[in-house]
């Protein structure tokens, strides 16, 4: 999922930058470069937060059926 949503926002970054380099009248290396270099920025940016979400969902999840095992496990005690 983390390399999936990483690389789907940097090649939307990269096509993004290539319509906006055309429109400003760069030249084409000039456009392809900086598309290039950010589609690898927003690669980097992408693992790197999506790392982050997944650990913090996995650990969310995980607070979350120890609290239901603990429920089940003390039917008469309730949360409130």
Known sequence: MVNRMAGASAFLVFAVC??????????FSTTVERALAAMGATLVIGLILGAMAQKMLEENVKSQEEKIKKSWANPAQSDR
């Open 18 to 27: 290539l319509i906006v380099g055309v429109a400003a009248d760069n030249t």
